[in-house]
């Protein structure tokens, strides 16, 4: 039998391109530093602070870049002995409203065995019960929301909390909101009252290009990987793969993690630009697989229809063209075909969910259409309708349709 033994010729510490790791420093994001600076120096001043929202798309540096600087702006307020800086973080993710909020708040603030349940009271009594565990606490608290849009349409806290010294309710805190998020689109749905104040500063964070992600990357292998275990060519791959798809620094780090497995695997010396790309292989199946899980049926089998135009070499193709497909294929399975508008909302999430690509035609007086075309590999998206259709005969022809035109 194999037995355990230690490898460690390709990492030094791998936990340093993992997601819990707090860089030393940050690469690449000089002047969104030097602006959300600004936005917290209320606070070392002794003022109220701002509210600041940051937004940009996954794997950016939001996280990074609050919490570093929050860990500087702590050392630093030291040196001020009239100031008292809390800082309460909170990730929203699995809260979709005001009130669980306030509720998470309000027994982080409480010390164990005294927290409150999270269903039974009306809203305003929890506010309440806030701003009581605020003002006990006293001093200046930043509340930092992550995934603040998950909060959704219920957003009141986020006007109320900030103007609630104004209002009398706050006599000893003084409070500001971070609010982070990666949806677009939050901002411009938040209520304008809350949307007033959350949005006091706003900073966007752009995706990295590729020269950037080199650096994150070069200063990340230093830590992370042993030395003489990489080379220039692996990293620049992985910084070009993630700028090109994403601009995410998380991408690229992955990347990188996987490459490292590979080679680690196969006790191979050092990462090679082969070990990217199987890497590079995975992570789309994976990011595919993932895609798949958020789909209804028909959303298969609309994938299914854009996969099987693939085979034939004809994407990419309009939505006319993917809908008669699509028809098709339900009649080979005997189920019933949604409409086209809704076939279209299917490939719309596809899209989104960067399983598809669509390109924008123009064609004068008669409007602009979409053409779509598979954005991940054939492959991956094969793996991934096998695992959840069981329509072998339909997938066994549209493979040997692949091969016939020398796709794989
Ligand atoms: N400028 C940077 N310098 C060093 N490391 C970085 C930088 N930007 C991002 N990273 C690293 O990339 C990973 C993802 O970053 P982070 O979690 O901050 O992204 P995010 O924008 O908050 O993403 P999400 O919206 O998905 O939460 C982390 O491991 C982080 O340490």
Not at 74 to 94: A, F, G, M
Not at 221 to 239: F, K, M, P, Q, S
Request: charged letters at 30%.
């Amino acid at each position: 039998m194999r037995r355990f033994e230690r490898k460690q010729n390709i990492f030094h510490n791998k936990d340093a391109l993992g997601e819990s790791y707090r860089p030393e420093r940050i690469q690449e994001r000089d002047e969104e530093i030097d602006e959300y600076m600004d936005a917290l120096q209320p606070v070392v001043d002794g003022w109220e602070p701002n509210n600041v929202f940051l937004y940009g798309n996954t794997g950016v540096g939001k996280t990074a870049v609050t919490e570093y600087l929050l860990k500087v702006l702590r050392e630093d307020v030291d040196r001020y002995d009239d100031i008292d800086l809390h800082v309460l973080s909170l990730n929203c993710k699995t809260l979709n409203s005001s009130y669980q909020v306030a509720i998470e708040l309000v027994n982080e603030l409480r010390p164990s065995g005294g927290e409150i349940s999270s269903t039974g009271y009306p809203q305003q009594t929890v506010f309440k019960k806030l701003y009581q565990e605020l003002d006990e606490l006293g001093g200046t608290i930043l509340v930092v929301l992550d995934e603040i849009d998950s909060i959704g349409e219920r957003d009141e806290l986020l006007y109320e909390l900030p103007r609630a010294r104004s209002n009398g309710k706050l006599e000893h805190a003084k409070v500001g909101i971070v609010g982070i998020s990666n949806d677009f689109k939050f901002r411009d749905r938040l209520d304008p009252r809350a949307q007033d104040t959350l949005c006091e500063r706003e900073l966007h964070f752009p995706p990295y290009d590729a020269p950037e992600l080199q650096n994150i990357l070069e200063s990340r292998a230093t830590v992370a990987l042993a030395e003489g275990a990489y080379d220039d060519g692996a990293l620049n791959l992985c910084a070009a793969l993630a700028a090109r798809d994403s601009g995410s620094a998380r991408q690229a780090l992955d990347l990188l993690r996987l490459a490292g497995e590979y080679a680690e695997n196969r006790d191979d010396e050092g990462i090679t630009r082969d070990h990217v790309e199987i890497a590079r292989e995975k992570l789309e199946q994976e990011r595919v697989v993932e895609g798949m899980r958020e789909l209804t049926v028909n959303g298969h089998y609309a994938l299914l229809a854009v996969v099987s135009k693939a085979a034939q070499r004809e994407t990419p193709c309009r939505m006319r063209d993917v809908y008669d497909e699509y028809v098709s294929l339900c009649e080979k399975a005997d189920i019933e075909p949604l409409a086209q508008r809704s076939i279209h909302n299917h490939l719309s999430d596809l899209r989104m969910l960067g399983i598809l690509s669509a390109e924008e035609n123009r064609t004068g007086s008669r409007g602009n259409y979409y053409s779509y075309a598979l954005d991940v590999p054939f492959s991956s998206a094969m793996t991934a309708l096998t695992d959840v259709l069981s329509l072998e005969s339909v997938l066994e022809d549209i493979r040997t349709t692949a091969q016939r035109h020398g796709i794989v």
